[in-house]
T-cell receptor
Framework: EAQVTQNPRYLITVTGKKLTVTCSQN?????MSWYRQDPGLGLRQIYY???????DKGDVPEGYKVSRKEKRNFPLILESPSPNQTSLYFC???????????????FGDGTRLSIL | AQSVAQPEDQVNVAEGNPLTVKCTYS??????LFWYVQYPNRGLQFLLK??????LVKGSYGFEAEFNKSQTSFHLKKPSALVSDSALYFC????????????FGKGTRLSVIA
């Protein structure tokens, strides 16, 4: 089954304790992205990656790191989490379509992070 | 810069009535437009997209969307709403060049009342 898998689904942790949220897709997609969803703000992009070893900042990259060493994996790293990073996080992937367009994104089921 | 506006935080409609969820966009080139739906405790699911061609796009679950270039709008519609359509709906846009990220609106919560 084609899917984007995020782990963990839920995490409660404390300020300053490094954490990693993993994201893996089994569709051989080139493009992967991380979003955070906050009430009243919709989805905001944190980082994205057009391909292996290529990553770019989105709208809200501060406090986050990513890496794309393999095509299927795109982990999100919070080196020193703070309470304002409490949010619902989504990973997504998509494939390049015909011409220069991109196919619709497939989303994971989300990771709810609470930073105390 | 690209942007999307969903002017309504909440839309309420009676079951069986037509529904419209509004979206306007801004993009420098030609737009590549999407609608996604989010059910509780789930990620976003793709509903439909517009690239070029027919201004009326048909998608999943009986939804359709009308692209209006002069009004820079891409409103989501359904002729007859179901209670099961109640969810959070997101409009998104990217420049068709494909080298810019997808930008989402803030979402509109649709409630269909029996």
């Amino acid at each position: 089954e084609a899917q984007v898998t995020q782990n963990p689904r839920y995490l409660i942790t404390v300020t300053g304790k490094k954490l990693t949220v993993t994201c893996s897709q089994n569709m051989n997609h080139e493009y992967m992205s991380w979003y955070r969803q906050d009430p009243g703000l919709g989805l905001r992009q944190i980082y994205y990656s057009m391909n292996v070893e290529v990553t770019d900042k989105g709208d809200v990259p501060e406090g986050y790191k990513v890496s794309r060493k393999e095509k299927r994996n795109f982990p999100l790293i919070l080196e020193s989490p703070s309470p304002n990073q409490t949010s619902l996080y989504f990973c997504a992937s998509s494939q390049r379509g015909s011409g220069q367009g991109w196919q619709p994104q497939h989303f994971g089921d989300g990771t709810r992070l609470s930073i105390l | 810069a690209q942007s999307v506006a969903q002017p309504e935080d909440q839309v309420n409609v009676a079951e069986g009535n037509p529904l419209t969820v509004k979206c306007t966009y801004s993009v420098s080139g030609n737009p590549y437009l999407f609608w996604y739906v989010q059910y509780p405790n789930r990620g976003l699911q793709f509903l439909l997209k517009y690239i070029t061609g027919d201004n009326l796009v048909k998608g999943s679950y009986g939804f359709e969307a009308e692209f209006n270039k002069s009004q820079t709008s891409f409103h989501l519609k359904k002729p007859s709403a179901l209670v099961s359509d109640s969810a959070l709906y997101f409009c998104a846009v990217r420049d068709y060049s494909g080298n810019t990220p997808l930008v989402f609106g803030k979402g509109t919560r649709l409630s269909v009342i029996a």
